[in-house]
């Protein structure tokens, strides 16, 4: 019976990746033809598995929807506000330029904490530019770092989705999720961040170009043209 199941969840996660990287399918109507298909493997009766689907879902996105409802809120609050942007000004200041990759990961890491991946990297990204631009070194030693920073604490800490359904799923405490998502993202940031862009650095140099659009007056301030990059 166990083995039965462990096949039957391998086989959901193949099938799932196949519906949705090979045939296009769309997200979630591939989640529901792979749980469909999982259950059936597992020798659960039709009317059950669509059952246990419901109430599965419904538990869950009831949980997660409040929980990613507010940090999208509190999120919004802190990129409309410019605190992000003055989070990160902050950290390059006290880091210094020689020390700047650890403010990139370092601003990631907090800010991704309650704004979405792809919306703080839209707002940070132009600084990495700024900075490839002023100081001639590759991209990657500025870039890499932020992207760590940012897709740690997506994967890992709490008000992210992904973290928040596994919580719920697993019944963990989220307070216990959040620490040890901290205890578990730093060291992977820090390694996969500004450990690892100045080892690649030197060995690839990406330049910034005019990809950016930076002016010399944007080299001085990176923020001065924050809204306004053409990527």
């Not at 045939?23 to 597992?42: D, E, P, R």
């Not at 950290?91 to 907090?110: C, D, H, N, Q, Y």
């Not at 940070?124 to 897709?151: C, D, E, F, H, Q």
């Not at 992210?160 to 578990?184: K, M, Q, R, Y």
Request: with cysteine; aromatic share 10%.
């Amino acid at each position: 019976m166990e083995l039965q199941l462990l096949l039957a969840v391998v086989s959901g996660i193949a099938i799932l990746l196949f519906l949705i990287l090979k045939l296009k399918i769309q997200a979630f109507l591939a989640l529901l033809i792979s749980c469909i298909i999982v259950g059936i493997m597992a020798g659960m009766p039709a009317l059950e598995i669509l059952d246990t689907m419901k109430e599965g879902m419904g538990s869950t996105l009831g949980f997660v929807a409040t929980v990613v409802g507010l940090g999208a809120l509190f999120g919004g609050i802190l990129e409309q506000s410019g605190g992000a942007q003055s989070l990160a000004s902050f950290m390059l200041k006290r880091t210094g330029e020689k020390r700047a990759p650890w403010a990139m990961v370092i601003s990631g890491f907090a800010i991704a904490i309650p704004v979405f991946f792809d919306v703080a990297f839209i707002i940070l990204v132009p600084i990495t530019y700024a900075l490839s631009k002023r100081t001639g070194k590759s991209l990657l030693l500025y870039a890499l770092p932020l992207l760590a920073g940012l897709a740690i604490t997506h994967a890992f800490i709490p008000p992210t989705p992904g973290p928040i359904a596994v919580a719920d799923i697993l019944g963990a405490d989220l307070g216990w999720v959040i620490l040890f998502g901290f205890l578990a993202g730093l060291p992977a940031a820090i390694l996969g961040g500004p450990v690892f862009a100045r080892f690649i650095s030197k060995r690839i140099h990406i330049a910034p170009g005019n990809f950016a659009n930076i002016e010399e007056k944007d080299i001085h301030n990176p923020f001065s043209r924050i809204n306004h990059v053409d990527y």
